[in-house]
């Protein structure tokens, strides 16, 4: 963490942009009749900028640890709360695409390798290589138009299951007639929208936040959004297809890595001894040789988080979700620096709680791994 705060303060020191010029517009000129300084040397003098970098840092670290992340230029608004905000959008994406992506990617990659070199195993890994190198936007766009169109336009799923217009929202992160009763919701300064003992606005993952709000807060809401069932249905309609475009790109990079750590694993000594002793091949196989298998495939997990997360800059772009993603890249937009470095730190943060995850999981799916 210290080397991501050093890094990403001395790449914000290097960019040759002025906050402080950004921050007082076409007015930099004007002098201030109190202090007969320019509106810039009063800008940069709250800032701090007109300190040496070493001070400068040093009160940008004292001013992180007490939560106070600076002022976005671009949101008018502290930075906590524009990454608070975005966070959770993008968290609850792309765990929700790793819950799609893991499953899909570690079954097919064991049926391929025990299948090996038969006509499943070259279709499953022509598909693993073909998600893998397809670029996600053009992904996303193709699943909007099979899943979220009419059969005039190219959509499939109106003459499947009898909808019209398609089957998945094509955008958004709620139907347009919903207002989701959370902290940014007027609503929820009136009534109280959740039980008092979880948090007062909710924690910005719908699909749980669904099911926790009150039946006061669920009668205001469009008749069809009144229950706890139709609001997590609306959340989950939503976001499956952002989910699924990034979990099957992750699904394909995972096959190839499940069925080659597979293949090695069904060679090893300890598998033909279960063999000869009279064992199952379907124990074998998930019980002896996928356990062992599984260890490179949880070192990729903590990468997957992240890979999840780079890739939502995309992904939330095109079905306008308004996550960390689309919230940096207009940030960089705007060379809003505050907002850059926050969603940096936040992103390693999630980063190293990942792969302390994994290596925790270690000890539970190797048994030579110990903690102590």
Known sequence: MIGVTVFTFGISQIIPADPAAILCGERCGLVDPTTGMTLLELQRERLGLNKPIIEQFAIYLQNLLEGDWGESTAYHRPTSEVVKDAAPITLEMSFFALFIGYPIGITLGILSAVW????????????AIAFVSLPIFWLAMMLQLLFSTGPDVGGICDPLFGTQGGC??????????????????ITCSEISCYPWYYPSGGTGFHLVDSWFVTDDALSTLHPDYSTNRALFNDSLSHLFLPSFTLGIASAGSLLRYMRASLLEVLNEDYVRTARAKGVSERRVILVHACRNALVPILTILGFSIGGAIGGAVLTESIFSFNGMGRVAVQAITVLDFSVIMGVTLITAVIFLIANLIVDILYAVIDPRVRLE
Do not use: K, N
């Open 168 to 185: 998945l929202p094509i955008y958004g992160r709620h139907d347009v007639a919903l207002t989701f009763p959370d902290y940014t919701s």
């Open 116 to 127: 090996q070199d038969s006509v499943f195993d070259h279709i499953s890994r022509f598909m």
